[in-house]
Every structure is written in C-alpha cells, then in structure tokens.
C-alpha cells in the first residue's frame, strides 16, 4: 500500500511540476560515439536585466556568469553553446543547468533552466520506502 501511495504521490508531484513550468528546453547533441542524444531542460527562474553595455557581441563579460548559482564555470567545458545573432538569442548549457539570454536595445532577458534527469533525481532522492 505504502508503494501505490508513493507512485501516486510521485505521479502528482511530477504533474504539477511541468504544468508549473513556463518553458521547457531541449537540445540535440552528440556523445562520443556519435549518435545523437536529446538534453532536456525546464525553466525554474528567470528574469529581465536593464544593461546599456550588455550586447550580444559581448555576452561573455555579463554579470550573470559571476553568479554562484550558475553552474557554468568554465566556457570550454560546455556541453552545447548555440549564438543566434539574427534573433539576438544566445543559449548554453552543461549537463545539468542550461541558460538562455535573448538581448534587445538596453538590456537582456534570461531564464535558468536545471535538467530533466537532475530534477527528477532530486525528487525521486525524497522517496526512500
């Protein structure tokens, strides 16, 4: 009984988790042997940053990347980083977070988003029957 109540509980939570969630992220790369692997990705947070010097040319020097919440550290150890200048769109990710800034006149837009595979290691890590 114990274990149908979990898998109920378990199937509810993930429910309200991606019917919460405003944006979900995937991403097509390939390992090391070559076939292709899908990295999905929900948003949990994102906001708007006000930032006359902030530009795509110059995406790199951005506060953001200083923040310790942000798991990207080190721009050569990416897993994916995809520029889009015609949208002024700028994406990357490691394996388990992922931002994504869109840049418009004064400033830029970005969402955090954390791994499929790590959200739900964290919640299934809350079940221990």
Not at 41 to 61: F, L, R
Not at 62 to 73: A, G, K, P, Q, T
Request: aromatic residues 14%.
């Amino acid at each position: 009984m114990k274990k149908k109540f979990a898998i109920l509980l378990f199937s509810c939570l993930l429910a309200l988790l991606f019917t919460g969630c405003d944006e979900v992220l995937s991403v097509v790369t390939c390992n090391e042997d070559g076939e292709k692997v899908v990295n999905n990705y929900i948003s949990i947070y994102g906001d708007k940053v006000y930032d006359e010097t902030s530009s795509i040319k110059s995406w790199t020097d951005l506060n953001i990347f200083n923040e310790s919440f942000l798991d990207i550290n080190d721009m050569d150890d990416l897993l994916f980083k995809i520029e889009n200048k015609k949208e002024n769109i700028v994406v990357l990710g490691s394996k388990d977070t992922a931002i994504e800034l869109s840049f418009f006149d004064g400033g830029y837009n970005y969402t955090l988003f954390s791994s499929a595979e790590s959200i739900n290691s964290a919640i299934n890590s809350g079940f221990d029957f």
